[in-house]
C-alpha cells in the first residue's frame, strides 16, 4: 500500500497539464458548444493520441502502452480539469469495454485502431440514470450465417455523431442472454438524433431498424453479466475522476479570485468565512480523489468492485456539487456571469454527477452490496 | 498509487492480529469497561508492558534509538488494529513527544528520554493549553526562569489529559517574557512527582478524565529543557500535527460502524428491525461509504509520512473528516435504536451496554480536542491554498 500518485503518474499528470493548457483552451471548448461546430477537435485529438492518452491501459500487442487503469484516471482528473471534450472519454471507455468484454481475435481487430486514436468509439451498455441497470434495451434477432439484426434504441450514447464504431448490448431473442455487439456506426438503418442537453452535453437517441451484424461484430456472450457490471463500474469510477479534476480546477480558480478580489480594503480571502468555504471544498474534493483511485485500484485488480464504485460516485458527485455552487458564492455577481467561464465547470459537474448516476443512486448500489455482504 | 496491503504489510496485520487475540483477555476486557484506564498496576499496566516486550512502543523509531526502526504504514495500521479493538496502544508519548525529541532534541536530550519511553517507562502528559491559552495558544504564560542550574516553573496548564496515570509533563512554558507570542516559548520535561506539582480532576460529559495541573516554584535541571531554548514554538507545532495523525486513524469508527450494522439487524426492545427502514439502510450506507475515506485518508497519511514529509494539511482534513464523522455515527445510532440507544452506559439492559450512548457524550471531544476544527480549516485554507492569515 502506497496510498500516493507514484512521481511518474505526477509528471504524466504535469504533462497532460501543459497539453491540455496548449491544446485545450476554454475557447475551444465553448466553440464547440454551438450550434453546427465541427466535433472533429483534430489538433487536440493527435495530440493526445501522441501522448498515448487512447491506449495507456490496454495491452502492447493490441496497440496499447501496458500501463493500468491507475494511469487513465490520472488522466481522466486532468481531463475533468481542461473540461476536455467527452468525445476523447468515449473512445477511451470504448476501448477499454472491447479489452474487457472482447476475445483475443475482436481485441485484435479492433484495438489496436482504438488505442493509436485513429478510430473513435463510444458504447451504450447501461442507462443513463442509473449505470447499474444493465439490461439490454436492444433486441438481436438471429439471422443467416451467425450474424444477427439488431433492433431498438438506446438512449443518452455520448458523442455518437464522431463515432465510427458503438458497443452495444442486446438481448437475444430467441434465448433471452445478453450479446455484445460492435457496430460500424455508419450501418445502414442506424440513426443518430441529439438531445439539446445542458452544457452543450453531446448525448443522442440512436436507434438500430434492423441493423445487419456479421458474427465478427459479436463481442461477448453467455454470463456476461458481471463483466458488463465491471465495464460500468470503470465508466462510473472514471467518470467521478473526471468530477476530481472539475472539482480541483473550480477551487483552484476560486482561491485565486479570493485572493485578488478585494472588499473592506482587505482581499476577501484573509475572512474566515471565506476560508471554511474553501476549507470545506478541499476536504470534499480529498474525500473524492482517495475514494475514486481506491476504485479504480480496485478494478484494475479484476473486481467488479461496485462497493468501491458506489463510495467513488457518492463522493465525487457531493464534491462535485459543493464545490461548483460555493465557487459561486465566493465569486458572487462575476462568477454568474458567462464570461468568467465558471458555468462551464458547473455545467460539466451536475453532467458527470448524473449520468450514471448520482449519490442517491450510487448509494443504492452501496446499500445492494452491504446486503451483498451481511449474506456471506 | 496503491490502496491493497502488500504481503509484508499483510503479514504485519497479521502479527498485530495475532498479538490482539493472545492478550486482550476477558480481564484486561472487562477492567476496561469497568475503570477504563484508570485501574492503577491491573490488566491495562500489564498489556502496556506486553506491548513494550514486543518493541512496539518505539516500533516506527529509527534503530539507533532504540526502535525497530518500521515506517509509518505499520504504525497506522497497528493503531488502527488497537482502536478497532478497543484497547491503548501507543499514547501520544511514543508517537507525538519522541519524534520531535529525535528531530530537536540535544544529544543528551535523546539520551536520557528516548530509551525509557520506548520501554514505556516515561509516559508524558502534554501540557500546552493554558486557562487564557487554548485555541490562541501562542499567548501562554506559564514561566520558567533561569536560576543558577535549574528552571523554576510557575503557571498553570489546563485539559492535561492523562496527568493522573503520567510519570511526566511535556510542558510548553515561556522562556523569554519579552518576546511576542511564538517566539519566547520553550519546552522542557518535568517529573510529575516533583514538589510544587499540584493536579486536579475534571471530569468530562463523557466520564472521561482530564486535570487542571498547577505548578508552584516547580525546578527541574537546565538540561530537561528540549532542544534550543525559545525555539520551542516549532517543535509543538510539529509534535501537534503527529498528534492529529495518530488521534485520527479510523479503526475505532470501523468498529462502531461495524456493531452498528450487527444491531441493525436485531429486534429492538419493541420488536421493530432498524435495518427494514429504508431511511436508516440510506443513512447507514452514507456512514459506510465515509468511514471508508476515513481509513483511506489515514492510508494517505501515513503513506506520505513514510515518504519524509510531514502532512500538515492532510492530517487537518482528516481530523476534520473523522471527528465530524465520529458525531454522526453517534447520531445515527441513537436515531436507529430510538429509546433503547438512550439506555445508559453500563446498564445491562443497554445494546452493547451502552457503548453508542456514551458515544453521543465522547464524540464532541475530538471536533475541538487536539486543535478547533475552525483552526484547522483555517490551516487547510492558509498553508494548503495561501489564502492571508486574519491576524490570528
Known amino acids: 500500500m502506497k496510498a500516493i500518485l507514484t512521481s511518474e ?59 493500468s487503469l491507475d494511469d487513465v484516471a490520472v488522466f481522466y482528473a486532468e481531463a475533468g480539469r481542461a473540461l476536455c471534450p467527452t468525445t476523447v472519454h468515449s473512445t477511451v471507455l470504448t476501448a477499454l469495454a472491447i479489452d474487457q468484454l472482447g476475445p483475443p481475435a475482436a481485441k485484435a481487430a479492433w484495438l489496436p485502431a482504438l488505442a493509436g486514436g485513429s478510430a473513435r468509439g463510444t458504447t451504450a451498455l447501461y442507462t443513463a440514470r442509473d449505470a447499474a441497470v444493465i439490461a439490454p434495451v436492444l433486441q438481436a434477432n438471429p439471422a443467416a450465417a451467425g450474424s444477427w439484426r439488431l433492433t431498438g434504441t438506446a438512449d443518452y450514447v455520448a458523442d455518437a455523431d464522431v463515432a465510427d464504431l458503438i458497443v452495444v448490448s442486446a438481448k437475444d431473442t430467441t ?23 445542458a452544457g452543450g ?27 458488463l457490471r465491471r465495464v460500468a463500474n470503470t465508466a462510473v469510477v472514471l467518470g467521478s475522476l473526471d468530477l476530481v479534476g472539475v472539482g480541483q480546477a473550480v477551487l483552484d480558480h476560486t482561491v485565486d479570485y479570493t485572493k485578488l478580489r478585494h472588499q473592506f480594503g482587505r482581499p476577501i480571502a ?28 480496485r478494478i484494475a485488480r479484476g473486481h467488479i468492485a461496485t462497493r468501491e464504485t458506489a463510495i467513488a460516485r457518492m463522493h465525487a458527485a457531493t464534491a462535485a456539487r459543493l464545490i461548483t455552487l460555493d465557487a459561486h458564492q465566493l465569486h458572487g455577481g462575476i462568477g454568474y456571469v458567462t464570461e468568467t467561464d465558471l458555468h462551464l465547470w458547473t455545467e460539466r459537474a451536475r453532467l458527470g454527477s448524473t449520468l450514471g448516476g448520482g449519490a442517491d443512486v450510487a448509494a443504492s448500489w452501496l446499500e445492494e452490496s452491504m446486503d451483498e455482504r451481511e449474506r456471506r | 498509487m496503491d490502496f491493497e496491503l502488500d504481503v509484508e504489510q499483510r503479514a504485519w496485520l497479521a502479527e498485530v492480529r495475532e498479538f490482539l487475540r493472545d492478550n486482550v483477555t476477558p480481564q484486561l476486557r472487562t477492567e476496561l469497561a469497568q475503570h477504563d484506564l484508570e485501574f492503577p498496576g ?3 499496566a500489564r498489556f502496556r508492558r506486553k506491548i513494550g516486550e514486543k518493541g512496539w512502543f518505539g516500533l516506527n523509531w529509527p534503530r539507533e534509538y532504540g526502535g525497530l526502526g518500521l515506517g509509518a504504514v505499520h504504525q497506522h495500521l497497528l493503531m488502527n488494529e488497537f482502536e478497532y479493538w478497543g484497547v491503548p496502544g501507543p499514547d501520544l508519548t511514543v508517537t507525538s513527544v519522541a519524534p520531535m525529541i529525535m528531530r530537536h532534541g540535544t544529544e543528551q536530550n535523546k539520551s536520557e528520554w528516548l530509551p525509557p519511553i520506548a520501554k514505556g517507562e516515561i509516559i508524558c502528559a502534554v501540557g500546552y493549553s493554558e486557562p487564557e491559552a487554548g485555541t490562541d ?19 498553570s496548564k489546563i485539559w492535561n489529559s492523562g496527568a493522573q496515570r503520567a510519570t511526566h509533563e511535556w510542558l510548553c512554558v515561556r522562556t523569554d517574557p519579552d518576546s511576542a507570542r511564538h517566539r519566547g516559548i520553550s519546552v522542557i520535561i518535568v517529573p510529575v512527582d516533583s514538589p510544587g506539582v499540584q493536579i486536579r480532576p475534571l471530569y468530562a460529559w463523557s466520564g472521561y478524565r482530564t486535570n487542571e495541573v498547577h505548578f508552584h516554584d516547580v525546578r527541574v535541571p537546565l538540561t530537561n529543557l528540549i532542544g534550543e531554548v525559545n525555539r ?135 471536533r475541538f480536542g487536539g486543535g478547533t476544527n475552525e483552526v484547522l480549516r483555517d490551516i487547510i485554507a492558509q498553508r494548503g491554498h495561501g489564502m492571508p492569515s486574519y491576524g490570528r
Not at chain 1, 39 to 56: M, N, P, Q, Y
Not at chain 1, 176 to 194: K, M, N, R
Not at chain 2, 259 to 283: F, I, K, N, Q, Y
Open chain 1, 270 to 297: 484573509s475572512f474566515q468565512a471565506a476560508q471554511h468555504l474553501i476549507a470545506n471544498m478541499h476536504i470534499a474534493l480529498a474525500a473524492a480523489r482517495l475514494a475514486a483511485h481506491s476504485a479504480v485500484c
Open chain 2, 137 to 155: 495558544l501562542a499567548n501562554l504564560r506559564t514561566r520558567a526562569v533561569r536560576v543558577g542550574p535549574e528552571w523554576v516553573i510557575n503557571g
Open chain 2, 232 to 366: 520551542g514554538w516549532t517543535y509543538i507545532t510539529g509534535a501537534l500535527d503527529l498528534e492529529r495523525g495518530a488521534l485520527t486513524n479510523a479503526g475505532d469508527l470501523r468498529r462502531a460502524l461495524d456493531d452498528l450494522h450487527e444491531l441493525a439487524r436485531r429486534p429492538l426492545r419493541d420488536g421493530t428491525v432498524p435495518a427494514h427502514s429504508t431511511a436508516l439502510r440510506r443513512r447507514l450506507a452514507h456512514a459506510e461509504a465515509d468511514v471508508e475515506v476515513a481509513t483511506l485518508m489515514g492510508y494517505e497519511a501515513a503513506s506520505i509520512l513514510d515518504s519524509g514529509v510531514i502532512p500538515t494539511v492532510e492530517v487537518s482534513v482528516e481530523k476534520i473528516f473523522t471527528s465530524e464523522l465520529r458525531q454522526r455515527i453517534a447520531d445515527l445510532a441513537l436515531d436507529l435504536l430510538g429509546p433503547d440507544g438512550l439506555l445508559a452506559h453500563r446498564s445491562h439492559d443497554a445494546p452493547l451496554a451502552g457503548k453508542f450512548e456514551r458515544l453521543y457524550r465522547a464524540a464532541p471531544l475530538m
Open chain 1, 175 to 197: 434465448s433471452g442472454q445478453t450479446l455484445v455487439f460492435i457496430i460500424d456506426a455508419h450501418a445502414p438503418g442506424l440513426s443518430t438524433e441529439q438531445l439539446a442537453m
Open chain 2, 42 to 44: 491491573g490488566e491495562v
Open chain 1, 9 to 67: 503518474q505526477r509528471e504524466f499528470a504535469l504533462s497532460l497539464r501543459a497539453l491540455f493548457s496548449a491544446e485545450c483552451p476554454v475557447s475551444l471548448v465553448r466553440a464547440l458548444a454551438e450550434p453546427g461546430a465541427d466535433r472533429s477537435i483534430s489538433t487536440l485529438w493527435k495530440a493526445l493520441a501522441e501522448a498515448g492518452v487512447f491506449g495507456l491501459a490496454i495491452g502492447e500487442e493490441y496497440g496499447g502502452s501496458g500501463g
Open chain 1, 201 to 227: 452535453h453531446p448525448a443522442f437517441t440512436v436507434g438500430f431498424a434492423d441493423v445487419a451484424v456479421t458474427a465478427d461484430g459479436l463481442l461477448g456472450d453467455g454470463d456476461s453479466e458481471p463483466s
